[in-house]
């Protein structure tokens, strides 16, 4: 299954990136530290191309400490980027991006020379939600759903500090197909966009791999994690939903509100801290993406090919 979701107003907002990023000293792309390089735009990397960036890794509360130290040593590593972790029990958070947005522009931040800093992100990331924090009071509209902020915001965060926010937004294809699945299973994708059952399929797949205990802590259906290792998936989503309550007459599992349960439990954190990919996990997916659009753009050139030499014979004809 390919999981997509580009609503119009997205593509508005791309062009008022491209737009914006022409007076903008620093760039800070939010993502969610259970997903670092799913939920990073590579649609923004190339429109904020040359521009010092901040990566903000949000919800780090509810990612693996461990996978986030990794995620911020790789996004360190990167040419002129630097990258912190954040969640909502940060007490300064301003104060953190702001020095950070100094380290990468330190000419920039006085009344002569304002620093001006757009930060972006996709939608349901916490962007709004910290930009409340920072200003402290509830200027930016949020919600835990994906798609509320419509238009550009601008505010000022000190003296000499401007802080710019844009619309969330995604890209017109998701080429890494476990991207779409994560971007899916954390909620920042429109519902309309997927099946929450295959979702919490793959959702309950990978947590079985890496995160077995936390399954069994949760739902205690089976009696040890071996079991829950070597359980299928479909199985292992049935005796959950089962033990949830998520019936329907006869008997018979509701898919739909086991699946809802699974992915709620995921996306508040009741499952325990959990990161969904690692940099080299993450790494040999985009290959895998990559070599699969290539094939796919091959097959549509040649279509196009041969639609148009067919059409050349029947006119000879």
């Known amino acids: 299954m390919s999981i997509q979701w580009f609503p119009g107003h997205m593509h508005l907002t791309r062009k008022a990136i491209g737009e914006r990023v022409k007076t903008i000293d620093v760039v800070i792309e939010m993502v969610d530290a259970r997903l670092p390089a799913s939920s990073a735009n590579p649609m923004l990397?190339?429109?904020?191309?040359?521009?010092?960036?901040?990566?903000?890794?949000?919800?780090a509360d509810l990612a693996d400490a461990s996978?986030?130290?990794?995620?911020?040593?790789?996004?360190?590593?990167?040419d002129?980027?630097?990258?912190?972790?954040?969640?909502?029990?940060?007490?300064?958070?301003?104060?953190?991006?702001?020095?950070?947005c100094l380290d990468l522009a330190p000419t920039r931040g006085t009344m002569v020379k304002p620093?001006?800093?757009?930060?972006?992100?996709?939608?349901?990331?916490?962007?709004?939600?910290?930009?409340?924090?920072?200003?402290?009071?509830?200027?930016?509209?949020?919600?835990?759903?994906p798609g509320v902020t419509r238009q550009e915001?601008?505010?000022?965060l000190q003296d000499g500090f401007y802080l710019f926010d844009t619309p969330g937004v995604l890209w017109p294809r998701i080429i890494v197909a476990q991207s779409g699945y994560n971007l899916a299973a954390a909620g920042s994708i429109g519902r309309n966009a997927f099946d929450d059952e295959l979702v919490a399929l793959e959702l309950i797949a990978y947590l079985q791999q890496y995160?077995?205990?936390?399954?069994l802590e949760r739902y205690q259906v089976v009696d040890n994690v071996a079991e829950v290792q070597a359980m299928p998936d479909h199985e292992l989503f049935e005796l959950i939903g089962r033990k949830r309550g998520a019936l329907m007459p006869g008997g018979r599992i509701n898919a739909q509100k086991a699946a809802e349960i699974i992915l709620q439990d995921f996306r508040s954190g009741m499952l325990g801290?959990?990161?969904?990919?690692?940099?080299?996990?993450?790494?040999?997916?985009?290959?895998?993406?990559?070599?699969?659009?290539?094939?796919?753009t091959l097959r549509k050139e040649q279509y196009e090919l041969d639609r148009q030499q067919n059409k050349k014979r029947r006119k000879k004809k």
């Not at 912190?84 to 301003?94: C, L, S």
């Not at 995160?211 to 399954?215: G, K, Q, R």
Request: charged residues 25%; glycine residues 4%; contains cysteine.
């Open 211 to 215: 995160y077995a205990s936390a399954l």
């Open 273 to 296: 801290r959990i990161t969904l990919e690692t940099p080299a996990e993450f790494e040999e997916w985009l290959k895998t993406g990559e070599r699969l659009d290539a094939e796919r």
């Open 67 to 78: 996978r986030t130290q990794a995620w911020l040593e790789w996004y360190n590593q990167q």
């Open 115 to 145: 620093m001006r800093v757009l930060i972006c992100g996709i939608p349901n990331v916490g962007k709004s939600t910290l930009i409340n924090t920072m200003v402290g009071r509830r200027v930016a509209k949020a919600a835990n759903e």
């Open 80 to 100: 002129n980027t630097r990258a912190v972790a954040m969640d909502g029990h940060h007490t300064a958070p301003a104060k953190a991006m702001i020095e950070a």
């Open 45 to 59: 990397r190339d429109l904020l191309a040359q521009k010092p960036n901040l990566k903000i890794l949000n919800k």
């Open 153 to 156: 915001q601008r505010f000022s």
